[in-house]
Structure formats: C-alpha cells, structure tokens
C-alpha cells in the first residue's frame, strides 16, 4: 500500500495563503507623510489669517470700550475742567486733579502688556457758543491699524438746559458724514422728519443740500440738510444705503435742539 504524497500543494484560486497580507511599504508611508504635510503647509496661512482676524477684531472691541468710557468719564467731569491739556498730561503728577489714571495718553488693559494710545481733542461746537464742547477720543494700538473713536457734544450745566416752552429752534443744520462716501449708493443718505403735535401725525423727507462732485477714490465726504426746525415736536431719522451692508442702515430716532453731526460706518466689520 502507497503513502499519500506529503510534497507541496497548489493552492485553489481566488484563495489567499496564511501570511501572504502585506502592509503598507516604507516608501508608500512617506508618500502620506510628504502628502499631508502639503495640505496641512497650504492650512497654515488660513488659520494665521484666521487667528489675526480674531486678534484684530479684540483690538476693535477693546478699543471701542476704551473710547466709550472716556466720552463717559468725561461727562462727569466739571465744565470748565473738560480741556486738551488736562485730558491728555503726562505724566500724571499725585497733584494733578486728574492723576487717577482716568485719562492721559495711554492705557493698559488689566492682564494685558501692548498698551493703547488715546488722544483727546475738545474744541468749542463750530456751529454753537463757548456754551457747548465738542469732545472727541481717540484710541488705537501701536500692533494694530484700526482707529476707533467715540465723540460727544457737553454743554454747560450753568448755561440752563432746554425747556419744553422754549420757541422751537430753527434754521438748524444736520451733517452726515462718512469714512468711506464711495460706498454709499443709490438712494444714499435720507433724511426723514416727523412732526408729532399734528393729528395724524405729518412726515415729510427734507432734500439734502447737494455734496461736493463725486471725487475718484474719495475716502470722506459730507452730506448736510440744512433749514431744519427742532424741539420736542420734531423726531428725526436717518437712513443710509451702502454697497458693503446687506440692509439700508439707520441711526435710532432722535431731536434737535442745535445743529449736529452724524456719523455712518459704510463697511460694517470690514477697514
């Protein structure tokens, strides 16, 4: 009687030896490495942009805090001390009625090292008496380009204030300017009055006094309505339509006592 045959076999098809599975090789391994280290080399300015976004969006909203908190501190001050040289001295000597460290030229956000430059300016109203101040902040960050300011109109507390029998003030002028004017767009800057001591109520559109020529890559321009009436029987709103906005921008509601200025940020969010 034969033994079986015990010499090799011949493996069946579509069958896989034990041990015949391979890995992947050295060269395929670094070909992924080389691979992902490209794309995560082409992410890295995406994310740089992104974290500098956010970095400047912080120097923004500080800045604004910064601005607005001043105009605030100033108004608690008296009158007669609401000047440039006592907004802006350095350095601040114990004598100083102002060496709390309220105002000055630089501030230091608590936990933070790059200071902000702040810069006071106060000039009497161009359109009122020495009754009035214009009053204007300042701030920005020697690492930063962005430049915020808060601004505000105080008026002598011994000068008395408006009365609600008061004749009603007239030949007033209101002033809308810009940062950029060349964004504004059809139909621009719109001025609407409302008179509320009528039944029903009257609303009519003043016309503004045409501005200045369009001026190629013009970076600030004014836009004034002029012959207004104030008092309590008048509420006025501005509107302003701009190429950067997704939505006709307006300021809240106000009165006019005197003639003012208005302000539009026509890129929201952006320079």
Do not use: H
């Not at 214009?134 to 002598?156: C, L, N």
């Amino acid at each position: 009687m034969r033994s079986p045959q015990t010499g090799p076999t011949r493996a069946t098809p579509g069958t896989t030896r034990p041990g015949s599975q391979r890995g992947f090789s050295l060269i395929e391994l670094m070909i992924t490495l080389i691979v992902a280290a490209i794309v995560f080399a082409a992410m890295i300015p995406f994310f740089a942009n992104a974290l500098g976004r956010t970095s400047e969006d912080e120097v923004r909203v500080d800045g604004n805090t910064i601005a607005q908190d001043r105009i605030e501190q100033i108004r608690l001050l008296p009158f007669s001390d609401i000047t440039t040289e006592n907004l802006m001295y350095s350095p601040s000597p114990t004598t100083n009625p102002f060496g709390d460290g309220r105002f000055g030229q630089s501030y230091t956000l608590y936990g933070e090292t790059a200071p902000y430059k702040v810069k006071y300016e106060v000039v009497p109203t161009p359109y009122a008496t020495s009754l009035e101040k214009f009053v204007k902040v300042s701030v920005s960050r020697s690492d930063s380009g962005y430049v915020t300011t808060a601004q505000t109109i105080v008026r002598d507390p011994a000068a008395g204030t408006s009365s609600m029998t008061q004749a009603e003030p007239s030949n007033l002028t209101l002033t809308v300017y810009f940062d950029t004017y060349l964004y504004v767009i059809s139909p621009g800057v719109q001025l609407q009055r409302v008179q509320t001591n009528v039944t029903p109520n009257v609303t009519i559109s003043p016309t503004p006094v045409s501005p200045p020529g369009a001026i190629p890559n013009a970076t600030y321009q004014e836009v004034k309505f002029t012959n207004l009436t104030g008092g309590p029987n008048y509420t006025y709103s501005v509107f302003c339509t701009s190429s950067k906005a997704t939505y006709k921008m307006a300021a809240p509601p106000f009165r006019l006592w005197t003639s003012g200025r208005l302000k539009f940020d026509t890129y929201p969010g952006g320079d």
